[in-house]
């Protein structure tokens, strides 16, 4: 569902105390604080304009983003005999608009837009956008009749442009936005689009990505007012625009990767660093081998002295125990001692 603010001059709103320019009409799920950024998007100057406008816009409130869309034109004049417009506007949340068909086709194909405002102001209904049914809008047919190629379609995409386009040109200016927004193969990538039929000056080139503009502009993708545009960009865009069929990528989603390769199991060696990259390692493993040679025979040399000496005390001891066995025995030692 989609909610509706209607801005124009009155002697009373909906807003106590106000009057003049201000909010007439709105659904009681837009509050304070939404109703005064829909409110900004409205810029209309009907001498300049000479018909309705019609534009999407984004606002942020918080962590929560809504799409406007909004009609507005001349609608006389007010109260006070100066002139007056009106302001028609649907507010979307960023969650539905992935089931609605483009913002351009909304805006062309929703027939409740009023063209002025009667009676006290007052809280009104949501709009239900579900049943809209545009019309196929590829291959870009209305490109084709007026600029000779229907890729030129592909022109307009996700970045600033501009169209040259005359009174009475927005209707008309309308359809080539909706045959673009067609070649987006994700629907819901057609509301990061936001546009206005005729840009007022005084506006920032940042408020609106494709714009109509009424003067003469050299950064203009293509002119309604003498049916010429810049030649029709190579791609799939411009394919897609003259033949509207999808192949089958396009179709299915299918996505293309390039192969995925396993871990390393393998030593990058540097080829700059030549013999020294092995010399380190090499001489490292000698002395360690070195050393272990050098401890291997103290080791051997230690154990046989200690054997030898061993030898030699278990001898010496031998050698008392049989002369202290025989007869004088021990007198020889102590003889021996005594010496």
């Known amino acids: 569902m989609a909610y509706q603010l209607i801005y124009t001059s009155h002697p009373t709103s909906l807003t106590h105390g106000r009057s003049g320019f201000s909010t007439v009409a709105r659904s009681r799920g837009i509050g304070d604080a939404l109703a005064n950024l829909v409110e900004r998007c409205v810029r209309y100057d009907s001498t300049i304009a000479g018909e309705p406008v019609l534009a999407h816009s984004v606002v942020k409130l918080g962590a929560s983003t809504w799409h406007v869309l909004t009609r507005a034109r001349d609608c006389g004049t007010d109260y006070t005999n ?22 351009a086709d909304v805006a062309l194909c929703w027939d409740g837009w009023l063209d002025s405002w009667q009676g006290e102001p007052r809280f009104v209904d949501d709009v239900d956008l579900s049943g809209l049914n545009p019309p196929k809008r590829l291959p870009a047919g209305e490109w084709g009749k ?51 039929t005729c840009d007022f000056p005084g506006g920032s080139v940042s408020d609106f990505m494709w714009r109509g503009v009424r003067q003469p502009s050299a950064s203009a993708v ?118």
């Open 82 to 103: 100066r002139n007056n417009y009106i302001a028609h506007h649907l507010v979307i949340s960023e969650d539905e608009v992935g089931l609605l068909p483009s913002p």
């Open 146 to 196: 007026l600029f000779g190629d229907c890729g030129c379609a592909a022109l307009l995409g996700m970045f600033s442009a501009e169209i040259v386009a005359g009174r009475g040109d927005g209707g008309l200016l309308l359809a080539l936005f909706a045959e673009s927004m067609a070649l987006f193969i994700n629907r819901a990538d057609s509301w990061g689009i936001t546009f206005t």
């Open 222 to 339: 293509a002119d309604l007012t003498r049916r010429k545009s810049l030649p029709a960009p190579a791609g799939r865009g411009a394919e897609y625009a003259r033949s509207g069929e999808m192949n089958n990528r396009e179709k299915y989603n299918l996505t293309v990767e390039g192969p995925k390769f396993g871990q390393r199991r393998f030593e990058v060696v540097n080829v700059d660093s030549g013999k020294n990259a092995y010399a380190v390692p090499v001489l490292t493993g000698l002395v360690v081998g070195l050393l272990i040679i050098v401890a291997a025979l103290l080791f051997v040399n230690f154990a046989y002295a200690d054997s030898s000496e061993i030898g030699g005390m278990l001898d010496a001891g031998a050698q008392g125990a049989v002369k202290a066995g025989t007869p004088g025995g021990e007198r020889e030692i102590f003889a021996e001692r005594l010496k």
